[in-house]
């Protein structure tokens, strides 16, 4: 069964620091990997995405994030950490078939310090 | 371009009271259609998918339903309201070629 493995609750960053947010996968065949982005009280938003191709995604807000297919890893990075990255951030892998449907990680909170 | 509106964005309802909770997609036809729920502000559970009017698949038993009356509209609905129905519903969509999920912003549902 296709899952994914966010090991770290909260992850506090001082401001301008680089930032990683940890994700593994657990998927049979191509994982297709997303991350997506919850602020307080809002619905989600998608961040960016791994479906094939160059390892290293680039996405919203300056995030990027690093497909490691030997530790089946998919970590979402940021080079310089902003406070108004505080949020809520899920990792989630296509389940496949017609509907495309996601599984989500249990969601890691991002607190950045200023 | 694609926007999903759904409402109400927050409800505070009566145990055994009924539920409907309304979701539309504009700019597109024929999308998939989702019902997450979010409980403790963390895990989310799909609830319910669609691929069509009239299909409706639930993926966990429970005192909710979904349909799906028109093409870019799906409801999620409760006879009777339990105090564990509480939660963040997100409903959402994407293309049935493509695979990007994209979320509503949420209604949050108190049964008190």
């Known amino acids: 069964a296709q899952s994914v493995a966010q090991p770290e609750d909260q992850v506090n960053v001082a401001e301008g620091n680089p930032l990683t947010v940890k994700c593994t996968y657990s998927?049979?065949?191509?994982?297709?990997l997303f991350w997506y982005v919850q602020y307080p009280n809002r619905g989600l938003q998608f961040l960016l995405k791994?479906?094939?191709?160059?390892?290293l995604v680039k996405g919203s807000y300056g995030f990027e994030a690093e497909f490691n297919k030997s530790q089946t890893s998919f970590h979402l990075k940021k080079p310089s950490a902003l406070v108004s990255d505080s949020a809520l951030y899920f990792c989630?892998?296509?389940?496949?078939?017609?509907?495309?449907?996601?599984?989500f990680g249990t969601g890691t909170l991002l607190a950045v310090q200023p | 371009s694609q926007t999903i509106h759904q409402w109400p964005a927050t409800l505070v309802q009566p145990v055994g009271s009924p539920l409907s909770l309304e979701c539309t997609v504009e700019?597109?036809?024929?999308?998939?259609l989702y019902w997450y729920r979010q409980a403790a502000g963390r895990g989310l559970q799909l609830l319910f998918y669609?691929?069509?009017?009239?299909?409706i698949s639930s993926e966990v038993p429970q005192n909710l339903s979904a349909s799906r009356p028109q093409d870019r509209q799906f409801i999620l609905s409760s006879k009777k309201l339990l105090l564990s129905d509480s939660g963040f519903y997100l409903c959402?969509?994407?293309?049935?070629?493509?695979?990007?999920?994209?979320f509503g912003e949420g209604s949050w549902l108190t049964v008190v």
């Open positions: 791994y479906i094939t191709g160059d390892n």
């Open positions: 998927v049979s065949g191509n994982p297709y």
């Open positions: 700019g597109t036809s024929n999308p998939n």
């Open positions: 959402a969509w994407n293309y049935d070629s493509g695979n990007t999920i994209y």
């Open positions: 989630a892998v296509l389940r496949g078939g017609a509907t495309n449907k996601l599984i």
């Open positions: 669609s691929v069509g009017i009239g299909q």
